[in-house]
């Protein structure tokens, strides 16, 4: 079965550093998702992506976040600075064409920040 | 915005004891999905709801979309130490993606 790949599986960081995330997802899946979520609460969509141009980056904290997904691809995820409040476990996600597909989440990243 | 709200926020049950979790929308959904996450691990996708009133089983599972399609239910019957995990309903938003709930976690004690 196809996978969405996310790497690396586990960050520490300290807080003021630069810590990227990246994502590969199902080949042929045009939508890609990028979700924060919290420990005990669901996921949180940080950005979304519709082949290579951003269709929805309203909860993207856009001061210290950024995203690309240059080539339509694959994506990354990149936090500069870190804070101690984005610990969390960071998720991507791929869809054939938006919410009316079900989604399929790679492993996600768990992000620590010391 | 919308919003997708999940109730109860935590079961415990006893193996072989049925568990049912509850999804109501602010807002009506042209579908809905529901998600499992095992401990430690990723959403996965369970299925999907679009039409008012369906009703869909998998083994165990019965997923039900009411009939204004503003509210789910996913019930379980005779839980296995299997089904531990959180489950997420999700709806779509404005834009083409999905909220999902806060979960229901369901512990099962064997």
């Known amino acids: 079965e196809a996978e969405v790949a996310q790497s690396p599986r586990y960050k520490i960081t300290e807080k003021s550093q630069a810590v990227a995330f990246w994502c590969d997802p199902i080949s042929g899946h045009a939508t890609l998702y990028w979700y924060r979520q919290i420990l005990g609460q669901g996921p949180e969509l940080l950005v979304q992506f519709q082949d290579e141009s951003v269709v929805d980056d309203s909860q993207l904290p856009k001061d210290r976040f950024s995203a690309e997904r240059l080539k339509g691809v694959d994506s990354t995820l990149k936090i500069q600075p870190a804070e101690l409040g984005d610990s969390a476990m960071y998720l991507c996600?791929?869809?054939?064409?938006?919410?009316?597909?079900?989604?399929?989440f790679g492993s996600g990243t768990r992000l620590t920040v010391v | 915005g919308q919003q997708v709200m999940q109730i109860p926020q935590y079961q415990h049950v006893q193996e072989g004891e049925d568990f049912t979790t509850y999804c109501n929308s602010s807002t009506t959904l042209s579908n809905i999905q529901w998600y499992k996450q095992r401990p430690g691990g990723h959403p996965v996708f369970l299925i999907q709801?679009?039409?008012?009133?369906e009703v869909k089983k998998q083994k165990r599972l019965t997923f039900q979309f009411g009939e204004a399609k503003k509210n789910s239910s996913l019930h379980i019957t005779a839980t296995q130490t299997t089904d531990v995990g959180t489950y997420f309903c999700?709806?779509?938003?404005?834009?083409?993606?999905?909220?999902f709930g806060a979960g229901t976690i369901l512990r099962v004690k064997s």
């Open positions: 996600a791929s869809s054939l064409g938006g919410s009316i597909y079900g989604y399929t």
């Open positions: 709801l679009v039409k008012s009133g």
């Open positions: 999700a709806g779509p938003s404005s834009g083409n993606k999905l909220v």
